[in-house]
């Protein structure tokens, strides 16, 4: 089943998944790795329990197939269910305590929109905890948008689409994210390097 | 997350839909909620398209210029005479459009603003036309004359025309065919009104019409009037009471 539907674009396997249900699982292939690196950046505090959730998400995105919208891209309408639920289990674990999420991506958000020059070795590994750190202190009305804008790589629309906001208004979330971001960190750990 | 990770996720979640024997839900679930969000937001918007157009004849039909006969202060007369309830409605049912707008399939691609300035500009058009056409008119009378104590909670007009004694008086009249004009007021007493009045446009005198009289009382059921006016609308039912 599953090498069957690769060559099948996402629209198209959402209908045969609602006439058959195993083709889901193909959707399911496509989106599980992507999809449980997104609800670990957005509550690094529920990866221990990632299965858990993933499988929540991926229910609820069953359970929802009759309600895409094929005006949107399939992926924007995973993330924003995604999004949703991971933004809603951040509201209830309020309590639980921070824990640090680094890979590479963090690293290269560093490098690419913060750091001023190429850094040696020592302090790749320093920047990618700092980076996380300092994300997951942000207000998660900014840190959703520096995931989705620059870990997740997505554009301007898609980000308005997972977000249900105005592209002009995600356009202005990133510029406030960005600055308050390198706030924070100049705060923390001094001038980026 | 490793590929045999991803495989045990995927064949937990087909397990469940199986084991559960889940479903997508139909499609009409989700067309409903669409079309009802879209629903409420219009009738928010058509509400307050009403609510303004009942303001606005309140406020260009109220006589503004009797405070002193009244016995009020200006600024008393018009926090009195303003439709509070309407102003209120229209406070509420535009962020209410626009929030329930902004809950549509596309109503989160439009920005706050203009979604909210948009429902302002046609929550006037729309209530200035009410206004034009006598729908907002005979909207206020409809409600007046069929819930109860409304005018307790709108403003209470009619009364304000029944103390002769302030040189304010309103009623039916009964009988014009000379001068002097007889006429009902509307607590059921029979005044006989004297003088020549400057007669306001609108008003014929005419048997039936109802009129508001600027004067003074000069007699046990006698009124000197100096003006004449038009009464627009409905009489509030048990208007001082």
């Known amino acids: 089943m599953y090498n069957t539907c690769e060559e099948k674009t996402d629209e198209e396997l959402v209908a045969l998944s609602i006439e058959d249900q195993e083709y889901f699982g193909c959707l399911m292939k496509r989106y599980t790795a992507p999809l449980s690196r997104y609800i670990i950046r957005i509550v690094p505090s529920f990866r221990d329990s990632i299965d858990d959730v993933l499988q929540e998400v991926f229910i609820k995105i069953y359970l929802n197939l009759n309600g895409f919208d094929p005006d949107l891209k399939f992926s924007s309408w995973v993330y924003r269910i995604t999004h949703n639920h991971a933004v809603s289990l951040l509201r209830k674990e309020k ?8 890979d590479n991506d963090e690293y290269d958000f560093f490098e690419r929109y913060i750091a001023d020059s190429q850094p040696n070795e020592k302090e790749i590994r320093y920047a990618k905890e700092e980076v996380s750190y300092v994300l997951n202190q942000m207000d998660i009305k900014y840190r959703e948008v520096l995931i989705l ?14 977000l249900k906001k105005p592209v002009g208004t995600v356009g202005t979330l990133i510029s406030r994210a960005k600055t308050l971001f390198k706030e924070e960190y100049t705060k923390r750990y001094g001038q980026a390097t | 997350m490793d590929k045999q990770h991803e495989d045990n996720c995927i064949n937990c979640v087909m397990g469940r839909i199986k084991k559960d024997h889940l479903t997508p839900k ?7 909620h669409d079309y009802s969000v879209l629903a409420i937001s219009l009738s928010a918007l058509i509400i307050g398209s009403i609510s303004f157009g009942i303001f606005l004849n309140t406020v260009l039909t109220n006589d503004w210029d009797i405070y002193q006969q009244a016995g009020r202060g200006f600024w ?19 962020p209410y459009s626009y929030y329930a707008f902004s809950e549509t399939e596309k109503g989160y691609h439009y920005k706050q603003s203009m979604i909210i300035s948009l429902s302002i500009l046609i929550s006037l058009i729309l209530g200035t036309l009410m206004y034009i056409t006598g729908f907002a008119e005979d909207t206020d009378d409809y409600l007046m004359e069929t819930i109860p104590y409304y005018h307790y909670i709108t403003g209470n007009h009619t009364c304000l025309w029944l103390h002769p004694e ?5 009623g039916m009249i009964i009988s014009s ?7 009902v007021d509307f607590e059921g007493n029979q005044w006989v009104t004297t003088g020549v009045p400057a007669v306001a446009k609108d008003v014929r005198s005419r048997i039936g019409e109802k009129i508001k009289i600027i004067g003074h009382m000069v ?9 004449f006016r038009h009464w627009d609308g409905s009489v509030e039912p048990n208007p001082c009471r």
């Open chain 2, 166 to 170: 302030k040189g304010l008086l309103a």
């Open chain 2, 177 to 183: 065919t000379t001068n002097p004009v007889i006429i």
């Open chain 1, 149 to 162: 804008r620059y870990l997740e790589e997505m554009d301007y629309d898609e980000i308005g689409d997972i």
């Open chain 2, 219 to 227: 007699g046990n059921a006698v009124f000197e009037a100096s003006e």
């Open chain 1, 95 to 102: 309590s639980r305590p921070k824990t640090v999420s680094t």
């Open chain 2, 26 to 32: 139909p499609k009409w679930t989700f067309l409903f």
């Open chain 2, 76 to 94: 008393e007369h018009v926090w009195k005479s303003l439709p509070m309830l309407w102003l209120i409605f229209i406070i509420i049912c535009i």
